[in-house]
């Protein structure tokens, strides 16, 4: 077998059925290895390696297993960066694969080639360059078993163009690993700590769950919810927790940070007990570090010990995986005496909502996002979005329910990501209703993927919320920069906007429309509308929904409006913008 | 809470495979840690290195810096060599301009007294080697400065714990130095 055959059977072996990957010199004899597996393996095209590699993290995020992307060497390789240091910060499980110049050539500055490996390190969980085949079977259980394993992360394999056409005989294809310096799993938690934990619940008076992407990677999301309606604790959870606990439990608070939720961050900056579970106490959430929650004991779980401590001391550091710790609570957590706080929660949930302008005579993103929640509400629904004021949108006005189904960069925040995304979604779950709610920015940054959803029969939505500018560096230029529009404007440079000397008046829209979304979106073959009425917005939606294939629906709207609440970068909820 | 900074002797025994030192060099770069001292070599193990850092911060530092390196997939182990009974060793290659009948007999004299060794003879200098801890080797230098060195090279710090005490072992759940 040549090690391209072997590199393709270890993909099957490990059950991936998916990959999305583009082609190029040294990835040939990968590709016809491919073929060669066709009926056990799907290879989508993508038309742009970073789509790919979004897609492999789509696929991921919405199953929980393995995404794989592939890619050539050289530019095919270095494309795939983005998204491999997007799937490291926020903790997704891929195996990307490029093609590397023979061994031979390898340093000698060749067409095509890159140190890939050099590239990656300081991006990826773990990284191979291959040099013989036999270490073939050996790196692949390895990639496959750290990807997944621990604190899920993304691994490169560097494939050099001679060890692809590698002849090997008898291989053995389940080869022991060596990983002496790698654990899998956390350790067990120690009974003494759920005691101590315990102890230190039934002595809080202030109490708040602060619950985030390791609950929902986890698997944990029925455990917390156990955990909040047993002990009663407010709950809030951070971006990448949205759908581990559904906005309707009597406890959400929904979710807290720079856009989120004035009552989640007020209950923060008051409790007297924080339990951080899967979190890392980003600076998107804490604002001053120093400030925040600076009342309160924290206890923080993570299963990446090197959390514990990083941003915030605890005064309980917890090594271990979520899931298992909070089955342990669940034996044995009582209600606490908090009744006070908790109603002083619930009316601080009453008296800031999410809110947004309901009269306005036309489509606001806010209400754009909450109609197509409710329409969808009873549907089998996925979400991905893009980077921007629109993402906050939705992750405010869409309601989230189940873990896994809204899919954000949230560390990394990369434009672009929605579209790619949710092309993978859609790929894992054919018979999902997966849309790409998205601003004219992110979009255009990986709009050629229209073609991919249309060629390899995905039918993506597309949500698209177009204000004709980059809407959140907008927002921080009327708020922090008098207004100066500085590159922020995505029609001509020959347009009022561009310069901004358009009248900044709240509700008015750009004046001349640029690109027209509906003829690209059909020049790629797929369905489109372009609506800008409020009255058209229910029936608009509802013909997305319903075409057969991939959609654009544009939505045109304004592009005065601002997230809030905010809390400014490196500020404290006491600097929270509310209007 | 903060802890005052203190020189603290890092030991990592890591697989030997390639890219390791520049992964672990970098990542202790991007993190922007600061490392006074690394030294690696091989160990009993073909299959093994060992790398010793001196890393100057609180103790929050010191535990990033050791939980940092055990997430790295090539790093075995990670101990904390200065909480324990050690063993630190440097070596030094200098030479010193020390033209014939000048100050040669008082550079010796020196050499003697640090019990390093004079290791080549050139028509204007000598070459020295010194072993010791890192303020003994400092010193020497110190010592020496006054009648020109003309090159200087240092291994870096290498350390070892003293047999019968392995409690200092850096685990995953946080260094034996902070309490948790």
């Excluded at chain 1, 490996?117 to 085949?133: D, F, S």
């Excluded at chain 1, 979710?255 to 209950?267: P, Q, R, S, T, V």
């Excluded at chain 1, 027209?516 to 489109?528: H, L, P, R, S, T």
């Excluded at chain 2, 006054?146 to 995953?172: C, F, H, Q, W």
Aim: charged share 25%.
């Amino acid at each position: 077998m040549t090690g391209a055959d072997i590199l393709v059977k270890s993909l099957v072996e490990h059950g991936v059925e998916v990959l999305f990957a583009y082609p190029g010199g040294c990835s040939m004899p990968m590709h016809q290895a491919l073929t060669r597996f066709g009926d056990s393996i799907r290879t989508i095209l993508p038309r742009h390696e970073q789509g790919g590699a979004f897609a492999a993290q789509g696929y991921a995020r919405a199953t929980g297993k393995v995404g794989v992307a592939m890619a050539t060497s050289g530019p095919g390789a270095t494309n795939l960066v983005t998204a491999i240091a997007d799937a490291k910060l926020d903790s997704v499980p891929i195996v990307c694969i490029t093609g590397q110049v023979p061994t031979k050539a390898i340093g000698s500055d060749a067409f095509q080639e890159t140190p890939m490996a050099e590239i990656c390190r300081g991006i990826t969980k773990h990284h191979y360059l291959v040099t013989k085949v036999s270490d073939l079977p050996r790196i692949m259980k390895e990639a496959f078993h750290i990807a997944a394993t621990g604190r899920p992360g993304p691994v490169l394999i560097d494939m050099p163009k001679d060890v692809q056409l590698g002849d090997l005989a008898d291989i053995d294809m389940d080869p022991p690993m060596c990983l002496p310096g790698y654990e899998a799993s956390a350790p067990a938690i120690p009974s003494e700590t759920i005691r101590q934990i315990t102890a230190a619940i039934k002595l809080a008076r202030r109490p708040v769950i602060y619950a985030g992407g390791g609950v929902v990677l986890g698997g944990a999301s029925e455990e917390l919810r156990e955990f909040i309606t047993k002990s009663g604790i407010p709950t809030v959870t951070t971006l990448m927790g949205l759908g581990a606990v559904p906005p309707e439990h009597e406890h959400s608070l929904d979710w807290l940070g720079m856009h989120g939720a004035a009552y989640a961050n007020y209950a923060v900056r008051d409790c007297d007990l924080l339990i951080a579970l899967g979190v890392r106490f980003d600076d998107r959430v804490t604002g001053k570090v120093e400030a925040f929650a600076k009342d309160a004991k924290i206890i923080h779980v993570d299963i990446d010990g090197s959390e514990l401590n990083k941003n915030k001391e605890a005064h309980i550091p917890v090594r271990g995986d979520v899931k298992q710790f909070l089955t342990e609570m669940n034996k044995v957590v009582q209600k606490p005496e908090i009744s006070d706080w908790q109603k002083h929660c619930v009316a601080l949930k009453a008296k800031h909502p999410f809110s947004y302008d309901e009269n306005f005579d036309g489509i606001l993103q806010q209400h754009a996002i909450k109609t197509l929640s409710d329409i969808t509400a009873d549907m089998d629904t996925q979400i991905t979005v893009g980077v921007g004021q629109h993402q906050m949108w939705a992750a405010q006005f869409y309601k989230f329910r189940k873990p896994r189904t809204w899919h954000s960069s949230s560390g990394l925040g990369t434009m672009g990501f929605g579209l790619p995304a949710a092309m993978g979604v859609q790929a894992a779950l054919p018979n999902s209703l997966v849309i790409d709610i998205d601003g004219d920015g992110s979009f255009q940054m990986n709009v050629q993927e229209l073609a991919t959803c249309f060629c390899e029969e995905l039918p993506v939505k597309v949500f698209l919320l177009n204000n004709q500018h980059l809407g959140m560096v907008v927002q921080w230029e009327d708020r922090f920069m008098d207004g100066n529009r500085a590159h922020t404007y995505l029609g001509p440079i020959s347009h009022n906007e561009a310069s901004g000397k358009s009248k900044v008046d709240r509700f008015k829209y750009a004046e001349t429309r640029y690109p027209d979304f509906v003829k690209i979106a059909q020049g790629y073959g797929c369905g489109a509308a372009s609506i800008k009425k409020k009255g058209d917005l229910e029936g608009a939606i509802r013909e997305m929904i319903e075409h057969k294939g991939p959609y654009v629906l544009d939505v045109e709207v304004p592009y005065q409006e601002h997230v809030l609440p905010m809390i400014p970068g490196g500020k404290t909820v006491e600097d929270m913008i509310l209007k | 809470m903060s802890s005052p900074n203190q020189r603290h002797v890092l030991s990592a025994l890591v697989q030997n495979v390639p890219g390791v030192l520049a992964h672990i060099s970098g990542m202790l770069a991007s993190r922007g840690f600061n490392i006074d001292s690394l030294a690696v070599g091989e160990t009993e193990n073909p299959a093994l290195s060992r790398m010793t850092f001196v890393v100057v911060g609180d103790d929050r530092v010191l535990e990033q810096v050791g939980k940092q390196l055990e997430k790295i997939v090539t790093v075995v182990e990670v101990l904390d060599v200065s909480s324990q009974d050690y063993v630190e060793r440097d070596l030094l290659l200098l030479k010193v301009a020390a033209a014939p009948g000048g100050k040669r007999a008082e550079i010796r004299e020196l050499v003697d007294i640090f019990r390093g060794k004079i290791v080549d003879v050139g028509p204007e200098e000598v070459m020295i080697e010194i072993s010791g801890r890192e303020n003994k080797v400092q010193a020497f230098i110190e010592r020496v400065r006054p009648y020109g060195i003309t090159e200087l090279v240092r291994t870096g710090r290498i350390a070892m714990v003293r047999s019968e005490d392995m409690s200092g072992k850096v685990n995953s759940g946080g260094i034996k130095a902070v309490s948790a």
